[in-house]
């Protein structure tokens, strides 16, 4: 097997080329970067608290940069990013200064639409957000709703629901919010306004969708009361944090890329050191067991209040399965990749109501399905997800990931098994969560 990994002359791009020569074989051990959710928000609890947070195994991707910057330019002061330890001294809650310029979330849908909840609920401030070309075709809709129910006053394009956006900080009132969608970002803005808002600010979503906001906001010194049952929450505001000390573990939706290529290649034994297996994140590893993937948790233990393990994985003979329901929102991010764990898996694997990934970094939906369908595979595009029929020869072809990071890596752990060359443009995507994924690749080739 042989990768190379090329700049495209006079532009930003990059492309992967794999040469199949001899399959790969993933043995021995590896560690994945950082949990990006969670480094989002040990970034931004630290800069709205009192006192110094100190962060260990932060994620050193563009997202959390993204996030670093914009609060650096609010005030807090962030340590180099590029060191094991890392400290932010907070500005303390509603004390985030008002910028110079426009604050850049880049490509990071977590970064504005969080930080959209702190901006709108500090009052006499304002603010203009923005980020890249595919952040800007987003829907912010989704958190402006509930926001303006509170009585924020966000402008922006299209009937205020796409950015660039202009928000007018004011003190907010409390609300009871049900949503439609179980979205961790819808529920982490709401929360995160209601830090700063007098009374009792709720959330409840059809589904659990994952729970690391209130994990921290508990350990940073906020009041909640959680409500498992009505999959619902509520802060009890305003709230006083306090800085802390944050160990960040593996990102499983990063390991989800290692658990999948060591499923499906013969021969393959593979630790995965250190990684987060939160219940609200696991739903990988519940689809990966469904389609009876040999994977164990071994060393498991808490880390500063999240779940951790080392998972085992090891070659085995996959067989297809349904997904949907509660358990897309466990796993909405690693979809794209289980699309390729599917490809081998005996029978034909349905996953449906995922139209959530219509409106992720790309239509993800839209993309896998002709990606995947380019190297052979028979992928079937539904309006809600995919279907997918295992057994296909895969063959090398051109591909592109459409600046996704999920798409590049799933598509390059596809590429690993099919005969003759494989062309992936714009590889570069990975970086946006997992920088260092194609030199760890290449180590098993």
Avoid at 99 to 122: C, E, F, I, K, Y
Avoid at 271 to 296: C, F, H, K, S, Y
Avoid at 313 to 326: C, E, N
Avoid at 373 to 391: C, F, P, W, Y
Wanted: aromatic share 4%.
């Amino acid at each position: 097997m042989v990768l190379a990994l090329e700049l495209v002359p006079n532009t930003p791009h990059q492309v992967l080329t794999v040469t199949a020569t001899q399959p790969p074989c993933f043995q021995g051990s590896l560690r994945v970067p950082g949990d990006k959710s969670i480094s989002h928000r040990a970034l931004m609890l630290g800069a709205i608290a009192s006192g110094e947070t100190r962060i260990q195994g932060l994620l050193l991707g563009e997202d959390p940069r993204s996030t670093a910057a914009c609060f650096g330019a609010m005030g807090a002061t962030i340590s180099n990013l590029d060191q094991d330890w890392i400290t932010v001294q907070g500005q303390g809650l509603g004390h985030l200064q008002e910028p110079t310029g426009v604050l850049d979330a880049g490509n990071s849908g977590t970064t504005l639409r969080l930080m959209l909840g702190l901006l709108a609920a500090q009052p006499d401030t304002f603010f203009v957000v923005t980020g890249d070309n595919s952040l800007r075709s987003r829907p912010m809709s989704r958190v402006i709703k509930p926001l303006s129910q509170m009585g924020a006053k966000i402008w922006g394009r299209q009937g205020n629901t796409l950015a660039p956006l202009a928000v007018q900080g004011q003190r907010l009132r409390p609300a009871a919010y049900s949503s439609p969608i179980a979205s961790a970002q819808v529920k982490s803005c709401i929360l995160l306004a209601g830090l700063l808002t007098e009374g009792d600010t709720r959330v409840s979503e059809p589904s659990l969708s994952r729970d690391h906001s209130e994990r921290m906001l508990q350990a940073f010194g906020a009041n909640l009361t959680i409500d498992p049952e009505a999959c619902a929450v509520t802060l009890h505001g305003p709230a006083q944090l306090q800085g802390q000390t944050v160990v960040v573990p593996g990102d499983i939706s990063s390991a989800a890329f290692w658990l999948v290529a060591a499923a499906i290649t013969p021969g393959s034994d593979l630790l995965i050191e250190n990684v987060g297996v939160n219940p609200t994140r696991i739903g990988i590893l519940d689809a990966l067991w469904q389609m009876e993937a040999d994977i164990t948790l071994e060393n498991q233990r808490l880390v500063t209040g999240e779940p951790v393990a080392d998972l085992r994985v090891r070659h085995s003979a996959l067989k297809a399965a349904q997904f949907g329901g509660d358990l897309i929102p466990r796993m909405i991010d690693e979809i794209p990749v289980l699309a390729v764990a599917a490809l081998f898996a005996q029978g034909s694997t349905v996953i449906q109501d995922a139209a959530e990934l219509r409106v992720k970094e790309c239509d993800r939906i839209t993309v896998m399905a002709q990606q995947l369908s380019k190297m052979g595979g028979s992928v079937t595009e539904r309006a809600d997800g995919l279907e997918i029929q295992g057994g296909a020869t895969l063959h090398g072809a051109d591909l592109d990931s459409h600046t996704d990071h999920r798409v590049a890596m799933s598509l390059a752990i596809a590429a690993l098994t099919a005969s003759g060359t494989t062309t992936l443009h714009r590889a570069e995507a990975a970086a946006v969560s997992y920088p260092s994924f194609f030199p760890t690749l290449e180590k098993f080739c």
